[in-house]
């Protein structure tokens, strides 16, 4: 049995009595990490810890640094019966090995926490019922942000870890948009400070208590999701009467047309231009897809599916677990795949 205890987001005098209590009594409490200020507070009331900091400096990535914890854990709870582990924050929230644990055949009870989240959306003075997102520095993918919501991104360790968040987030936002970098929330020396994105990895006291909140932006003009509203409005009572009388039938020549004079721009080499033909094209699909939208036989969702689908069949030797070493066993793995499509339509 391994239970699960968190330590909150860093002042003692925030730990609930239960946790205190179980905390105090324990012979031996396993920590993630002992760079956190209850586990300095009760380490010197006679609290034995015994952290895990030393794997970080074995492994290059997280997701060892988190497996070896893991085996760990389950080795010295087959030995004792019963250990504690404790984490900061609460055990449910950014706290990767604890998930790890979950999916395994480890008994695990989760005796609980306050959330680190408490304390940062009190410092930056937000209410995340207006929409919230909360999100890991260390396994951040920009397309998944919601630039509209209130974002929150944990685990900014040091400065790496916030140039490459910095980078990420500077494809969604403008490098002047104001975030706000808060270390310690909810502690006497909690530090919030606003500053432009750009200057997100600068030289910053940045620690496993620090946090990012970047607050949501009107920018929508590289939005997938705006560009398709657009054309609903184009298509629809109060929209363009030239759109809304267009047919797929009626749209056919000018694709061509479109898709000719990008070919021209790719043979001039005309970067700027191959931008503004793609865009037409993406005009006329976004366009079309619509139209299908309105007549209720089908919606840009089921082009992307469908081509979302075909990319992964008919690439087995990426998504699968065939190989191809050159381009040419990859084409021809391409081509047997879609005979295989043929076959079966």
């Known amino acids: 049995m391994i239970r699960i205890v968190g330590l909150g987001a860093g002042d003692i005098n925030q730990l609930p009595l239960g946790i205190y209590r179980l905390l105090k009594d324990s012979k031996v409490v396993y920590a993630r990490t002992v760079q956190h200020p209850v586990v300095e507070v009760l380490h010197a009331e006679g609290v034995n810890f015994v952290g895990f900091d030393a794997v970080y400096e074995k492994h290059k990535q997280f997701d060892a640094v988190y497996a070896e914890i893991v085996e760990i854990l389950q080795e010295k709870a087959a030995e004792a019966n019963e250990i504690v582990y404790a984490v900061p924050g609460h055990p449910m929230i950014a706290e990767r090995t604890v998930q790890l644990l979950l999916e395994s055949d480890t008994e695990v009870e989760i005796v609980g926490g306050q959330s680190f989240i408490d304390a940062l959306i009190t410092a930056v003075k937000i209410d995340p019922i207006e929409g919230f997102q909360l999100l890991d520095a260390t396994a951040l993918r920009k397309h998944e942000i919601q630039i509209t919501q209130h974002v929150i991104i944990g685990q900014i360790y040091d400065q790496f870890v916030a140039s490459e968040v910095k980078l990420s987030l500077l494809e969604k936002y403008p490098a002047d948009h104001a975030i706000s970098i808060v270390t310690n929330a909810g502690m006497a020396d909690q530090q919030v400070n606003t500053v432009p994105l750009y200057e997100l990895d600068h030289d910053w006291h940045l620690s496993n208590l620090t946090s990012i909140y970047v607050p949501p932006s009107t920018m929508l003009s590289r939005e997938f999701w ?54 037409d094209i993406l005009l006329h699909i976004m366009l079309n897809a619509q139209i299908g939208e309105d007549d209720g036989y089908f919606t840009i969702d089921d082009v992307i599916q469908a081509i979302t689908d075909k990319m992964i069949r008919r690439h087995p030797h990426v998504f699968g677990d065939l190989k191809a070493e050159t381009a040419e066993e990859a084409l021809a793995l391409f081509q047997e795949a879609k005979r295989a499509e043929k076959d079966r339509d």
Not at 229 to 254: S, Y
Not at 265 to 275: H, L, P
Request: hydrophobic content about 30%; aromatic content about 6%.
């Open 226 to 279: 705006h560009l398709r509203e657009i054309f609903a409005t184009l298509r629809g009572p109060e929209g363009c009467p030239w759109d809304k009388e267009q047919t797929h039938a009626t749209l056919t020549n000018k694709l061509l047309e479109e898709t000719q004079e990008y070919v021209e721009a790719v043979e001039k080499q005309d970067i700027d231009n191959m931008v503004e033909e793609l865009g």
